[in-house]
């Protein structure tokens, strides 16, 4: 059976593992993330797929930040601060290999169309929510991109409310709806602490878990009403607490969106987990050999 090398780079981690056609993991590694410059990246990306054994196969890299298939660039701050840099070029010279790049957000719906709940749904979002907040978008059977393949970046949705200067770095929705807003209305060490507490029955903490979930209702029902999705497919580490946002999100999009498409839309939990962008990866693979008659 083929298979194909896939690498998903996150803020903190990188997983790494040979792939088959039928969705199985033959192998994998993870390994904390090295942050410096790109040759730092390369050189991981290089070793990690080293580990593997798994000779030529294709390559599927997902990145956290923006990447543009067009011209090879990566915008990555997580890992090499804020210059845009040959990913590809660098990456094709070193492995030798064929390669395809694509961004976090891009990489999530890919893999929970091909294998997790979302399953050849051609109108899905995927919405991550952990420390920050961002959207894959599959509309009619299409990735959407924009014009500089910063699309999705929907942690900058403009909600109602006075302007605060931390939206100014984070966007709002983000700074009143990840992981790090939930901790700091909570007045909590961490997400974890917070759902912690609320779970425990402090009111305080179940507040601020009702703001949260309220503020991700109004978000996905802009979703809803611009793009129209059969599905959106919550991920992220704040959703692995979804059952204390879920109710609420669900009365506050049908509140705020569209109503024929509110009705329509499906409100689901990632199946795939944190390997929804590694199977991403693993797809981009594939379809590149496929692209190339291979398959």
Sequence with gaps: MQSVNAI???????????VAADGAILRRNKIAVERGDLPAT??????????????????GIIIPGIYSPRTGMAWAP??????????????ERTLRARIVIDNDRAGSVMGERWLGIARDIDDVVFLAVGTGIGAGIISGGRLLRGADDIAGAVGWFALPGEWKDLYRDLGCWEAEAAGPALARLA????????IAAARAGD???????EHVARYLGMGI????????????????????????????IGRTMAEWAQPVAARQVRIEVTRLGEDAGLFGAARLAFDAIAAEGEV
């Design 203 to 209: 009111a305080a903490a179940m507040r601020v878990v």
């Design 78 to 91: 997580n890992l090499w601060g804020h210059d845009q840099v040959p990913l590809r070029a660098e990456l």
């Design 221 to 248: 029902a802009n979703l809803v009403s611009m793009l129209n999705p059969r599905m959106v497919v919550l991920g992220g580490g704040l959703m692995q607490a979804a059952d204390l946002f879920l109710d609420t």
């Design 8 to 18: 998903d780079i996150g803020g903190t981690k990188l997983t790494a593992a040979v």
């Design 187 to 194: 007045s909590a060490g961490s997400a974890e602490e917070a």
């Design 42 to 59: 390369v050189r991981q990306i290089a070793a990690a797929i080293e580990t593997l054994h798994a000779g030529d196969a294709a390559i």
